[in-house]
């Protein structure tokens, strides 16, 4: 009877710890906190390190916090911000809107710096890039991202962090690397890719960037855009829940597999897509939000911390679930088309495209934008016969997405490559 009891008791209290934070009114859409009520600190050194250029570079973070003398909790849940950009650049000032407004519900956030930098040779999405340089950048990103949170471990006390709810939350290529930084290790690195030579020329994962030894283990990551190499590096023994925020037709960060930018020499990539479906095998926790006609970087700062803090405050309480959120506000891409009525050839291209299957389509609107939504070719047709050519020859070398709608609103989308 004791022994029942003490195990009961047992249960009791491990369920009372894991409710800890399903607090009414804390970490929800209305803040708990007003600014003048928040610690920030900008700038605070967390290491430095050997950056691309060889040059050593220090690495800054901003926190956000609420003020010991207004807050009831000694201890937080930490969100760890990590900026997008490519591998070109990742300023830490990109989610201060997400981290200001999170900790005034009640969380710590620190957004972070990470080393950028690589022998990109342009645009990125020209597919001019060294892979391996691009490689390089990303390693370095996760040695940072980990040396961050050895940092802020070392100072819980100070900024009055629980290390167990630590949550990483990153857009593009700090999702991408915030994933690879938690389900990878520095081996699977070196056998992912072996001419990269990782360990030998840039260290191991946790050796780089400060000294500090603490350990910690990630509770959550929350990806905007992100994906990882491959979804096998995700198992049971490492599966943490997961907020995902895709669009369907993001040319630079595939929604389901391809390389990064889609261009055939960089790093592959499985996105939120195949990320799920292991993630529901498993019976993994997770929220996925895609747009139907959504490309890169999509879904604005208030949407975003509305998702993020009704899912972590669904994890506080016990009660996260499986769940896919389509955005019906548009959905208008795909619904009503028949991608068969049009034809667009050659594709690759070096400058000229035939669209075909024009016939019964009078006034069409045809238009070619770049991989960050701009509008670069635009045309009014008339259209009597049953083809149409567009010139793209004064058009930089990359990827383009080329839409045509008609009087009804009906819309044809074609990803194009300009050699």
């Known amino acids: ?14 369920n009372l710890y894991s409710q800890e934070y399903c607090i009414p009114g804390r970490f929800s859409s209305t803040p708990l906190f007003d600014n003048t009520e928040l610690t920030i600190y900008e700038d605070v050194i967390y290491g430095e390190d050997t950056n691309w250029n060889g040059n050593t570079q220090s690495l800054y973070m901003d926190l956000y916090f609420p003020d010991f003398n207004y807050d009831i909790l000694l201890k937080r849940p930490l969100l760890v911000f990590l900026p997008g950009g490519g591998y070109i650049i990742g300023e830490k000032e990109y989610f ?34 060294d892979s391996t340089s691009l490689i390089k950048a990303n390693y370095r990103a996760c040695q940072d991202i980990r040396a961050s949170l050895r940092y802020l471990v070392n100072y819980t006390d100070s900024f009055g962090i629980d290390t167990n709810y630590i949550y990483l ?9 915030g994933l690879m930084s938690h389900f990878m290790n520095s081996y699977d690195f070196d056998s992912l890719y072996p001419s990269a030579n990782l360990i030998n020329s840039l260290g191991m994962l946790d050796s780089a960037t400060n000294t500090y030894n603490t350990t910690y283990n990630i509770s959550g990551i929350i990806s905007l855009w992100g994906g990882i190499p491959d979804v096998n590096f995700i198992n049971e023994l490492n599966s943490i829940p997961m907020l995902l925020m895709h669009g369907l037709l993001d040319q630079i960060v595939p929604f389901h597999e391809g390389q990064l930018y889609s261009c055939p020499e960089y790093f592959y990539l499985y996105g939120p897509g195949p990320i799920v479906d292991y993630l529901s095998e498993i019976e993994e926790c997770y929220e996925l939000n895609y747009q139907i006609n959504g490309g890169h970087g999509i879904y604005d700062s208030a949407y975003r911390i509305e998702r993020m803090h009704t899912f972590l405050k669904q994890l506080f309480c016990d009660s996260c679930l499986q769940d896919t959120i389509i955005d ?5 891409l795909l619904a009503n088309t028949s991608i068969s009525l049009f034809d667009v050839y050659p594709n690759p291209t070096n400058g000229i495209i035939n669209i075909s299957g024009l016939a019964d389509n009078n006034n069409l609107i045809i238009e070619i934008v770049n991989i960050y939504g701009s509008v670069v070719e635009i045309r009014e047709e008339i259209i009597f016969s049953s083809t149409a050519q567009i010139n793209m020859k004064n058009l930089d070398n990359g990827i383009y997405i080329l839409n045509i709608y008609n009087k009804n609103n009906k819309i044809y989308h074609s990803k194009i490559i300009k050699l």
Do not use: H, P
């Not at 939350?169 to 690397?177: F, L």
């Open 1 to 14: 009877m004791r022994i029942a009891l003490t195990i009961s008791l047992f249960f009791c209290i491990i």
């Open 96 to 129: 201060a809107t997400e981290a200001l407004e999170l900790a005034k519900r009640g969380f710590v956030c620190a957004s972070i710096d990470y080393r950028t930098g690589w022998a990109v040779n342009g645009s990125a999405a020209a597919c001019n890039g």
């Open 169 to 177: 939350i990153g857009s593009s290529a700090g999702s991408i690397a």
């Open 328 to 332: 019906q506000n548009t959905n208008t």
